[in-house]
């Protein structure tokens, strides 16, 4: 890569993480040429820290035709059990995803990574984001490649997916407030002696907190911390001080043994005070970093990634206006802090010691156990799918609200129907339209009596409804939408 590369790649997407691999899988299924840069060989790690996928990230999932086969090889969970005495039933969810999945991160990763090399993205590995400069046409990366050379690459837009250290947001100038929540936090991936009973396992007890879940190899991913050992995350860390802190929290150890890494971590809360600056976009831990309680980052970075994709599609290829990009902060900005607070609130409570919050925990738990809205909320929250953008003064109450996949008048699903990235106009029988504006529309029918008509983004959520449905109305949203 000696001298100027001149590449007119549209879009540069920088970090190849779950959030970057789907961004820029649906970009090339767009037809939007598409290049991504990492700066780690051409490998995916399984020391991966995620472990679960929550019922929104699924449907997105299943949107792109990889939920099935993801559900194949994880362990469905359809009971959380939370503070030692509260018991989360996942079952009563308004979702074909009723459960959590126990899912190892590289096996999200794998299946994006396939998907985006089969729909054409131009992978960059071993190469480093050096320096960022944008104008009114485009944006300029300083790169350097394998072997040191450097270079540069010109695109219209830019995202950085690349962590919570991200060189794209540092470029760009962006500042990460926040702070650390918790200190030496330890990680190790071990054999067992004995299985644990449950699929997760996650106990506090004092001043110690430990998880355990399978990696479905033999293996599992042990989560500890001991409040009475804040130390820094070099000190070097054994075995022996991982076990002693599943002893302290869950009465056992269970016989780890041949742990093949172990690392000392501390967990963040921060927030990008925006995820745009003119052309460059922030996506995922770039854009905001979470507990782990909850496990909610990567489902967060797969929706950000989600909500990006159509609309800088959309953009670059002239069926939107460039005002469209604005509301990717205006939707996803409150999301990431809404996960930063119950994340947050989440371990705070798991780790309540002094009285006043360990009231406060108790008087939770009763409200969740015993008030069904109260529950359903901090369902929705947890799982991603009570989530509501905002919506123009004046819309339909529906516009903005997540749509829950349902029967179509052919027999198949509506998620189905949005592969491909389309939107979906839904309406009642008498009702329609053939043109599918080159492929961008799916046109479809309830299965039932429904009279309301609904225009879906491809992301799943309505940008367009009417309770009177006329021809002329249908088709002045599809001009308003789709373009």
Do not use: C
């Not at 760009?172 to 926040?178: A, E, K």
């Not at 016989?255 to 172990?262: F, H, I, L, V």
């Not at 670059?316 to 206006?321: K, V």
């Not at 901090?378 to 919506?391: H, K, N």
């Amino acid at each position: 890569m000696n001298g100027t590369d001149t590449s007119t790649s549209t879009v540069i997407v920088v970090g190849s993480g779950p959030t970057g691999l789907l961004l820029a899988g649906d970009l090339a299924t767009a037809g939007v040429p598409v290049t991504l840069l990492e700066k780690r060989p051409e490998n995916i790690s399984n020391l991966s820290r995620a472990f679960v996928l929550h019922a929104r990230t699924l449907e997105q999932l299943d949107a792109r035709s990889l939920a099935d086969g993801l559900e194949a090889l994880g362990q469905p969970l359809d009971r959380l059990r939370l503070f030692g005495r509260l018991t989360v039933d996942l079952t009563p969810l308004p979702s074909r995803f009723n459960h959590l999945l126990v899912l190892p991160q590289y096996e999200v990763e794998k299946a994006l990574l396939r998907r985006a090399v089969e729909a054409g993205v131009d992978f960059r590995y071993e190469t480093e984001l050096t320096g960022l400069t944008q104008d009114a046409d485009g944006v300029t990366v300083e790169v350097r490649g394998p072997g040191g050379e450097s270079g540069s690459l010109r695109a219209a837009y830019v995202v950085g997916a690349d962590g919570m250290r991200s060189p794209v947001r540092n470029a760009i100038g962006l500042p990460f407030p926040g702070h650390s929540v918790i200190r030496s936090v330890v990680l190790a991936d071990v054999l067992l002696d004995e299985q644990p009973e449950t699929l997760l396992t996650v106990a506090t007890v004092g001043d110690a907190f430990a998880f355990i879940a399978p990696f479905g190899d033999g293996y599992y991913r042990v989560i500890g911390w001991n409040r009475a050992h804040d130390v820094a995350d070099d000190e070097p860390l054994e075995l022996d001080e991982i076990k002693e802190i599943a002893r302290l929290a869950l009465g056992r150890d269970f016989g780890m043994r041949d742990a093949r890494w172990m690392s000392r971590f501390h967990s963040d809360e921060r927030q990008a005070p925006s995820y745009r600056v003119g052309r460059v976009f922030l996506a995922g831990d770039a854009a905001h970093v979470h507990t782990p309680a909850g496990g909610q980052g990567m489902n967060t970075g797969l929706q950000d990634a989600a909500n990006l994709g159509w609309k800088l599609a959309a953009v670059i290829q002239g069926h939107a206006p460039r005002t469209l990009l604005d509301t990717y902060q205006a939707e996803r900005h409150p999301v990431g802090k809404a996960v930063l607070r119950s994340s947050g609130g989440i371990v705070r409570l798991a780790m309540a010691k002094r009285p006043w919050t360990l009231a406060l925990r108790a008087a939770l738990t009763t409200v969740l156990d015993h008030v069904t809205r109260a529950r359903r909320k901090a369902l929705g929250q947890l799982t991603g799918i009570g989530f509501a953008y905002p919506a123009p003064r004046g819309a339909h109450r529906l516009v903005g609200t997540r749509v829950p996949d349902v029967t179509l008048a052919d027999g198949g699903r509506l998620y189905e129907a949005l592969r491909g990235g389309r939107f979906v106009l839904v309406t009642p029988q008498a009702y329609g339209t053939k043109d599918t504006r080159d492929g961008r529309l799916a046109a479809e029918h309830w299965a039932s009596d429904r009279r309301t008509a609904l225009l879906v983004r491809p992301d799943g959520y309505v940008a367009w409804a009417a309770d009177a449905v006329d021809p002329a109305g249908i088709e002045a949203a599809l001009a308003e939408h789709v373009g």
